[in-house]
């Protein structure tokens, strides 16, 4: 691209003909308000679009509610077993529950030999 500007510029003047001509046509789109953002992404994650999904941002102040957290705690005389999400940064940011939840049971084979080192420390 930066050796030869001169293809490139020939290739988006034929792009821009093609469009010009009607042989070529502009993805499909559906647009969401800001504050709908979550619905854009619901149908994203859900592939029930055809196209590009677009949150326009007028400027204007859009009042968000922050999600609720589920409080839950941890029983002591209860075992908690955890599958999958154990490797790299899940691992790392569950570092010190096998020593704090004395019923916690990890099955990954990617965090398996992380948790021998941080057992023998």
Same mark, same amino acid.
């Given at each position: 691209?930066?050796?030869?500007?001169?293809?490139?510029?020939?290739?988006?003047?034929?792009?821009?003909?093609?469009?010009?001509?009607?042989?070529?046509?502009?993805?499909?789109?559906? %647009?969401?308000? /800001? &504050?709908?953002?979550?619905? !854009?992404?619901?149908?994203?994650?859900?592939? =029930?679009?055809? +196209?590009? @999904?677009?949150?326009?941002?007028?400027?204007?102040?859009?009042?968000?509610?922050?999600?609720?957290?589920?409080?839950?705690?941890?029983?002591?005389?209860?075992?908690?077993?955890? %599958?999958?999400? /154990? &490797?790299?940064?899940?691992? !790392?940011?569950?570092?010190?529950?096998?020593? =704090?939840?004395? +019923?916690? @049971?990890?099955?990954?084979?990617?965090?398996?030999?992380?948790?021998?080192?941080?057992?023998?420390?």
């Amino acid at each position: 691209m930066h050796d030869r500007p001169d293809i490139i510029h020939e290739m988006l003047a034929h792009v821009v003909q093609l469009f010009e001509r009607r042989e070529l046509h502009p993805l499909p789109y559906k %647009t969401y308000p /800001l &504050g709908n953002v979550t619905d !854009a992404f619901r149908d994203m994650a859900q592939a =029930k679009h055809i +196209g590009k @999904l677009v949150v326009p941002i007028s400027g204007k102040d859009v009042a968000v509610e922050p999600e609720r957290q589920t409080v839950f705690s941890l029983q002591d005389d209860a075992t908690y077993l955890i %599958t999958g999400g /154990l &490797g790299g940064f899940g691992l !790392a940011s569950h570092a010190g529950w096998p020593t =704090k939840v004395p +019923g916690t @049971l990890f099955c990954s084979d990617a965090a398996a030999s992380q948790l021998r080192k941080h057992a023998l420390r």
